[in-house]
Protein backbone atom coordinates (compact mmCIF):
# COMPACT_ATOMS: atom_id res chain seq x y z
CA UNK A 1 0.00 0.00 0.00
CA UNK A 2 0.84 3.63 -1.15
CA UNK A 3 1.85 6.35 1.92
CA UNK A 4 -0.37 8.14 -0.39
CA UNK A 5 -3.27 5.47 -0.19
CA UNK A 6 -2.54 4.86 3.73
CA UNK A 7 -2.77 8.72 4.36
CA UNK A 8 -6.19 8.59 3.12
CA UNK A 9 -7.62 5.41 4.84
CA UNK A 10 -6.08 7.23 7.67
CA UNK A 11 -8.21 10.47 6.95
CA UNK A 12 -11.13 8.63 6.04
CA UNK A 13 -11.20 6.97 9.23
CA UNK A 14 -10.12 10.10 11.77
CA UNK A 15 -13.26 12.16 9.71
CA UNK A 16 -15.45 9.11 9.59
CA UNK A 17 -14.91 8.75 13.35
CA UNK A 18 -15.39 12.20 14.22
CA UNK A 19 -18.28 12.43 12.30
CA UNK A 20 -19.70 8.67 14.28
CA UNK A 21 -19.20 10.54 17.85
CA UNK A 22 -20.54 13.97 17.29
CA UNK A 23 -23.66 12.16 16.45
CA UNK A 24 -23.48 9.49 19.15
CA UNK A 25 -23.26 12.69 21.68
CA UNK A 26 -26.89 14.06 19.96
CA UNK A 27 -28.14 10.56 20.05
CA UNK A 28 -27.39 10.30 23.52
CA UNK A 29 -28.69 13.73 24.59
CA UNK A 30 -31.96 12.65 22.21
CA UNK A 31 -32.30 15.50 20.21
CA UNK A 32 -31.93 16.93 16.72
CA UNK A 33 -28.89 18.86 15.97
CA UNK A 34 -29.52 22.65 15.17
CA UNK A 35 -29.58 24.88 12.21
CA UNK A 36 -25.64 25.21 12.23
CA UNK A 37 -24.90 21.78 13.24
CA UNK A 38 -27.05 20.28 11.08
CA UNK A 39 -26.00 22.55 7.85
CA UNK A 40 -21.73 21.84 9.31
CA UNK A 41 -22.20 17.91 9.49
CA UNK A 42 -23.58 18.00 6.57
CA UNK A 43 -20.67 19.85 4.89
CA UNK A 44 -18.47 17.04 6.51
CA UNK A 45 -20.20 14.15 5.37
CA UNK A 46 -20.56 15.53 1.37
CA UNK A 47 -16.67 16.06 2.22
CA UNK A 48 -15.99 12.23 3.39
CA UNK A 49 -17.87 11.12 0.12
CA UNK A 50 -15.78 13.19 -1.80
CA UNK A 51 -12.61 12.12 0.17
CA UNK A 52 -11.66 15.54 0.80
CA UNK A 53 -11.06 14.91 4.95
CA UNK A 54 -9.15 17.58 5.65
CA UNK A 55 -12.11 19.95 4.25
CA UNK A 56 -14.51 17.68 6.34
CA UNK A 57 -12.76 17.81 9.83
CA UNK A 58 -13.15 21.75 9.31
CA UNK A 59 -16.56 21.65 8.62
CA UNK A 60 -16.55 19.21 11.86
CA UNK A 61 -14.73 21.64 13.79
CA UNK A 62 -17.39 24.30 12.64
CA UNK A 63 -20.31 22.04 14.12
CA UNK A 64 -18.50 21.16 17.49
CA UNK A 65 -18.10 24.62 17.99
CA UNK A 66 -21.69 25.75 16.52
CA UNK A 67 -20.33 28.07 14.10
CA UNK A 68 -22.43 30.73 12.16
CA UNK A 69 -24.00 30.07 9.25
CA UNK A 70 -21.78 30.97 5.86
CA UNK A 71 -23.54 34.02 4.60
CA UNK A 72 -24.82 32.21 1.06
CA UNK A 73 -26.17 29.55 3.24
CA UNK A 74 -27.56 31.42 5.78
CA UNK A 75 -30.08 33.17 3.16
CA UNK A 76 -31.21 29.97 1.85
CA UNK A 77 -34.56 28.86 2.90
CA UNK A 78 -33.03 24.78 2.97
CA UNK A 79 -30.08 25.98 5.36
CA UNK A 80 -33.21 26.36 7.87
CA UNK A 81 -34.26 22.73 7.60
CA UNK A 82 -32.46 20.87 10.15
CA UNK A 83 -32.11 16.62 10.19
CA UNK A 84 -32.47 14.20 12.73
CA UNK A 85 -29.42 12.55 14.29
CA UNK A 86 -31.16 8.81 12.85
CA UNK A 87 -30.97 10.77 9.47
CA UNK A 88 -26.81 11.90 10.02
CA UNK A 89 -26.40 8.38 11.16
CA UNK A 90 -27.88 6.72 8.16
CA UNK A 91 -26.12 8.82 5.85
CA UNK A 92 -22.82 7.98 7.63
CA UNK A 93 -23.64 4.40 7.83
CA UNK A 94 -24.47 4.59 3.75
CA UNK A 95 -21.17 6.00 3.07
CA UNK A 96 -18.96 4.00 5.11
CA UNK A 97 -20.55 0.92 3.43
CA UNK A 98 -20.24 1.99 -0.18
CA UNK A 99 -15.96 3.25 0.85
CA UNK A 100 -15.59 -0.15 2.36
Not at 3 to 23: C, E, K, M, P, S
Not at 33 to 61: F, K, W
Not at 63 to 76: D, S
Amino acid sequence: MSDDTTADAAGQFALAQRIDRFVKGLERARRSPNRRESYHVIAALQCLQDGQYAAGETAMANAERVAPLPPEAATRLESDQTVAAAELRTTLDAIMSRRS
